[in-house]
C-alpha cells in the first residue's frame, strides 16, 4: 500500500479569496509610505499584484524590523477582509476527507499569513482538522516559488511518503515543486487545481500518480 504526502496552496485552490482592487490600491499606498523609509527595499516589489509585497515580508528583504511588522500588520488586515467574503473550491476541498481516509498525509502551503488562515477556520469555511501540517508566510524564511517550505514540510512527514503531490493554482507553485526536484533530486507531482473539476477528478489523478 502506498502513502501519499498531498500539499495544498490556499488562495485560487482550495479557496478564492475577494481580492478588491480599491482595498489593494489602498494596501499599496500604505505600504509604500512605510518603505519610502527604508533605503533598502526594491520599490519595485510593490507594483503589480500582491505578491510583490509578500516578499517584503521575508526574513532577508529589509532591514529594518520596525516597519517590516507594520507592513505585516497592514497585509494581515487586508487579507483578512479578503478571507471574510472568500468561497470555497469544493472540487477541490471535499476530495480531503476521502484522501484523508486512504492514508494521506495532508498538508497546506501558503503565501498568505496565519491570520488569514485561521480566519477560514473560525468562519468555517475550512477545517482545521483536515491539516496534518500547514506552513504559512509567517513560518517561511522565503515564500514561494522557492522550495524551502516545500523542503520543510517534506522532513516533517512521518516516515518517507511514496508519492508526493503539490496541488496548486499558479507559476508559483509549479515552479516551486520544480525547485525542489532540481535541488533534492525529488519527484514532486504539480497537479494544476485549475485543471480539476471535480473532486472525483482529483482523487483520480493522485490515486494514479
Known amino acids: ?45 510593490i507594483r503589480g499584484g500582491v505578491f510583490g509585497l509578500y516578499r517584503l515580508l521575508e526574513t532577508h528583504s529589509m532591514e529594518d524590523k520596525s ?61 482545521e482538522r483536515e491539516f496534518d501540517m500547514i506552513i504559512t508566510r509567517d513560518e517561511m524564511d522565503k515564500i514561494k516559488p522557492d522550495s524551502w517550505s516545500l523542503t520543510q514540510m517534506i522532513d516533517l512527514a512521518k516516515g518517507r511518503p511514496d508519492n508526493i503531490f503539490f496541488v496548486g493554482d499558479s507559476m508559483n507553485d509549479s515552479e516551486m515543486a520544480n525547485a525542489y526536484n532540481a535541488i533534492k533530486n525529488g519527484n514532486v507531482k504539480w497537479i494544476d487545481a485549475r485543471d480539476i473539476s471535480t473532486a472525483e477528478m482529483l482523487k483520480w489523478r493522485i490515486t494514479n500518480g
Do not use: W
Not at 481580492?19 to 526594491?42: G, P
Open 1 to 45: 500500500m502506498t502513502r501519499e504526502l498531498v500539499i495544498f496552496d490556499l488562495d485560487g485552490t482550495l479557496v478564492k479569496l475577494m481580492h478588491d482592487q480599491d482595498k489593494l490600491n489602498s494596501l499599496r499606498m500604505l505600504v509604500t509610505e512605510e518603505i519610502e523609509k527604508s533605503s533598502f527595499v526594491d520599490k519595485g516589489m
Open 67 to 127: 516597519i517590516r511588522v507594520k507592513i505585516r500588520n497592514y497585509i494581515d488586515r487586508y487579507e483578512l477582509g479578503c478571507a471574510a467574503e472568500a468561497e470555497l473550491r469544493e472540487e477541490i476541498y471535499s476530495a480531503i476527507p476521502d484522501l484523508k481516509k486512504c492514508g494521506a498525509i495532508i498538508g497546506m502551503i501558503t503565501n498568505n499569513g496565519r491570520a488569514c488562515v485561521d480566519k477560514l477556520f473560525t468562519l468555517g469555511i475550512i477545517q
